[in-house]
Nanobody, 124 residues
Framework: QVQLVESGGGSVQAGGSLRLSCLAS???????MGWFRQAPGKEREGVATISTTSGRSLYADSVKGRFTISQDNAKTTLSLQMNSLKPEDSGMYYC??????????????????WGQGTLVTVSS
């Protein structure tokens, strides 16, 4: 079973940057890892995903060119570098893991484990 712990959230002004981290532990194999976010009163949405085997990444249109997802060589830490932040980027950010090879690492595939989240607040 995998455990995920996010960190790095905080408050920043529009145009600023934050770097989120997700530490993954446990023996479950991790095929895909991703970042998701949920703003108050809204549904959770996918932000970015990465394949732990190929390193290929996918991004939501709203964050392309501003956010970068990455993993360390040991594939235990997932990061999300967020630049040029906007107030609409505010919300709880969650790290997630998917173990099945049956589906690609898309934003809409099923995900098997979630962290508790880290809060990002961007003020205008």
């Amino acid at each position: 079973q995998v455990q995920l712990v996010e960190s790095g959230g905080g408050s920043v002004q529009a145009g600023g940057s934050l770097r989120l981290s997700c530490l993954a532990s446990g023996s479950t194999y991790r095929y895909c890892m991703g970042w998701f976010r949920q703003a108050p009163g809204k549904e959770r949405e996918g932000v970015a995903t990465i394949s732990t085997t190929s390193g290929r990444s996918l991004y939501a249109d709203s964050v392309k060119g501003r956010f970068t997802i990455s993993q360390d060589n040991a594939k235990t830490t997932l990061s999300l570098q967020m630049n040029s932040l906007k107030p609409e980027d505010s919300g709880m950010y969650y790290c997630a893991v998917a173990v099945s090879y049956a589906y690609a690492c898309t934003l809409t595939r099923s995900w098997d484990a979630w962290g508790q989240g880290t809060l990002v607040t961007v003020s205008s």
